[in-house]
């Protein structure tokens, strides 16, 4: 077989059912066995999309997305798309071509070092120099991807490397003798996490985007109801537990609840399972929960004790762990005076917002919720959409909530969108845009139309580049440098490219729009009109402890 | 403080590359690197010494030594009992007034004349830091014309 064979033959083998991708130069001999494969090829209109559609088919799916460029642009174009899901911890392959082996390191037309470019933002790279080499180094790559703290793994393969023939020897086993993940705690450490869970008095879990990853919910819920503790999630970590439980207290950190955030801060007990005391989530660090002692379930040993001193670091996979945990612990705890105290603040500062006057954007994503039944899947761009989605969306199930978290991406929710319709065509896929985002990968709604991938973009336009412009307004005295935004006309836009368009300005049309767009069988922007200068709000500012919230009833 | 660490790696292109990244990536100098391959071909030994005054901080790098791919073992020898080299090549000035006098200083040391020509002499030596340090201070009066050094090797 020839490098592209194996290459394809390859990815079936891994289970591949779709790439995302652009052919150019020195991928040709892949794209000439791609027009023969059963492989899935979404054809992209920007290779960025194509990162960011992989990357949102791995988050909505667990599976490890695929995406395909060709050498030199084409390559640097997945750049941020692989830095985005390297941030989050997605499993991903990313396949570049190269230009011909004997001419790397010559300037050759479209070459650049994607090998050395990427290997900061990626898991592991490979440059194959030998096609005997390529099932192993696929085989390897999607091991890799999808094992221990998962994340992006690239292969860069030169066009004559695709060319050489060679026997195809698929290898059954992976042998690396440099990486073997932890996956289950130390039963000493979990006997000591159980002891302190059983002393704690204000415990609270603190949920992060490895359950998610780690498939832990149902054990996370289990954990929780049996030791009655309140939940906090990460953005990353939202879906993990149900929204809608009582135990939950949302989202925390810089724009989380003000209830999360004086519940982490008050905690005697925080056990962290699969997240990473992110500066978002901190705040402060000084000033961070500084009477609670700190269990950490986490895969990733370097994400242990990496801003935050740990009492009780336990490296493992978050089920597992959580699994053992459960068989250790006996007693329920008694935590009902920590809940009158958490209630009172629930009372006393819940999310809120002023309704009237034009259409709040709060007001249509709680309009989203109800019109899908928190049903669908939810991607955002990155900003004030993002944050209002994380805030006013009631996320039940994992994989419902697909958003860039480490990276702040933005342009990312919209092509995420379409791999998350590719991966679960039965679901509705809706992406929560701004109108500055959505017009930064907006040449993905052709690859929509072209592909009848149907997602539902409700952008809230406010003209602004809006979270830009609420730091203006709050620390840098009103003065708007540069985030003004002149906008195109967002229905016509879409009608140009073959979706549908529906402008929103008023606040009564909001669900008849909302419902309109679900009904139509075709890619849909919803151009919601929303108050110009509405703020997210409880907000911490930067640096500041999380329980120094400003705006809202915080 | 100088930490010295052994990383064992596998032997290929690029590994050093990203073992060198994570340090330049957190704006740390490596103030020494020594790598060559072991008894297994497919193996390499590097010596590391790096400058951190952030014990935090390079508990961190350790980790994500240990997360590389191509990383088999990383071990930090700062707290541990270890034996640790460095060889130099000291150019020093060997004309005939200081000759004895250079040839008399050799010998308190640790060093050996390798070559010479005119009054030029090539010095070599092998020791641990302390000794190497010593040597090159003494050395100093002759007027160091050029110093080569391997950088730390360590084994525990």
């Known amino acids: ?554 | 403080m100088r930490h010295t660490i052994a990383v064992l790696v596998d032997n290929k292109f690029g590994v050093l590359a990203r073992v060198a990244g994570l340090f330049s990536a957190r704006g740390y100098n490596i103030a020494s690197l020594a790598v060559s391959e072991t008894l297994d071909p497919a193996v390499s030994y590097m010596t590391i010494v790096v400058e951190a005054e952030d014990e935090r901080v390079l508990e961190q790098v350790k980790k994500q030594l240990n997360k590389l791919i191509d990383v088999i073992t990383v071990t930090d020898f700062t707290k541990k009992e270890h034996v640790e080299r460095e060889l130099i090549l000291v150019k020093v000035s060997y004309s005939t007034k200081e000759k004895a006098k250079l040839e008399s200083l050799i010998s308190k040391h640790i060093a050996k004349i390798v070559y010479h020509k005119g009054d030029t002499a090539i010095v070599e030596a092998v020791g641990d830091q302390h000794q190497i340090k010593q040597l090159l201070d003494a050395l100093e009066q002759f007027g160091i014309k050029e110093l080569a050094r391997t950088g730390r090797i360590a084994i525990a």
Request: a neutral charge; one cysteine or more.
């Open chain 1, 1 to 554: 077989m020839t490098g592209a064979q194996i290459l394809l033959e390859s990815l079936k083998r891994e289970g591949v059912d779709v790439i995302f991708g652009y052919p150019g130069g020195q991928v040709l001999p892949i794209f000439d066995k791609i027009y023969d494969s059963d492989i899935r090829f979404i054809l992209v209109r920007h290779e960025q999309g194509a990162a960011h559609a992989a990357d949102g088919y791995s988050r909505a799916t667990g599976k490890v997305g695929v995406c395909l460029a060709t050498s030199g642009p084409g390559a640097t174009n997945l750049v941020t798309g692989i830095a985005n899901a390297y941030m989050d911890s997605i499993p991903m392959v990313a396949i570049t071509g190269q230009v011909k082996s004997f001419l790397i390191g010559n300037d050759a037309f479209q070459e650049a070092d994607v090998t050395g470019i990427t290997r900061p933002i990626t898991k592991h790279n490979y440059l194959v120099k030998d096609v005997k080499e390529l099932a192993r180094i696929v085989r390897e790559a999607f091991y890799i991807a999808s094992t221990g703290r998962p994340g992006p793994v690239l292969i860069d393969i030169p066009s004559d490397v695709q060319m050489h023939d060679t026997e195809f020897i698929w290898p059954e086993e992976v042998v690396m003798r440099g990486y073997k993940p932890t996956i289950f705690g130390h039963p000493g450490q979990i006997k000591k996490a159980a002891k302190l869970i059983s002393e704690a008095k204000k415990p609270i879990i603190y949920a992060g985007g490895g359950i998610i990853t780690s498939a832990a919910h149902q054990e996370l819920k289990e954990l929780a109801e049996k030791i009655k503790a309140p939940v906090v999630m990460t953005m990353m970590g939202l879906g993990a537990f149900p929204g809608t439980h009582e135990l939950s207290l949302g989202m925390l950190g810089m724009h989380g609840t003000a209830y999360a955030n004086h519940a982490i801060m008050n905690a005697d007990l925080i056990i962290a399972v699969g997240a990473r005391f992110d500066d978002r989530v901190t705040g402060r660090l000084d000033a961070f929960a500084r009477n609670a002692k700190v269990i950490h379930i986490d895969i990733d040993p370097a994400s242990i004790s990496k801003n935050v001193n740990v009492d009780i670091p336990i490296v493992g996979d978050a089920k597992n762990v959580l699994g053992q945990l459960l068989q250790e612990i006996s007693a329920p705890s008694d935590t009902e005076e920590w809940f009158k105290t958490i209630n009172a603040w629930r009372k006393k500062h819940p999310l809120t917002y002023k309704d009237g006057g034009k259409i709040k954007p709060q007001y249509v994503i709680e309009q989203l919720y109800e019109a899908t039944k928190g049903d669908a899947i939810i991607t955002t761009e990155v900003g004030q959409n993002q944050m209002w989605a994380c805030q006013w969306y009631k996320y039940k199930d994992p994989r419902s909530f697909i958003s860039s978290g480490g990276l702040g991406t933005m342009g990312f929710g919209l092509p995420a969108a379409m791999g998350a319709k590719v991966g679960c065509p039965d679901k509705t896929v809706i992406d929560i845009a701004g109108d500055g985002s959505i017009q930064m990968n907006i040449q993905e709604v052709m690859t929509c139309i072209a592909n009848k991938i149907n997602v539902k973009v409700a952008i809230l336009n406010n003209g602004y580049l809006g979270m830009v412009r609420q730091w203006q307004e709050l620390f840098y005295k009103h003065r708007y440098s540069q985030t003004t935004l002149h906008n195109p006309d967002f229905v016509k836009l879409a009608e140009s490219y073959g979706a549908t368009g529906i402008r929103v300005t008023r606040k009564e049309d909001v669900r008849a729009a909302i419902d309109k767009a679900l009904a139509i069988d075709n890619t849909v922007f919803i151009d919601f009109h929303i108050e110009p200068e509405e703020n997210v709000f409880p907000m911490v500012p930067a640096g500041e402890a999380i329980d120094k919230m400003i705006g809202g009833l915080a």
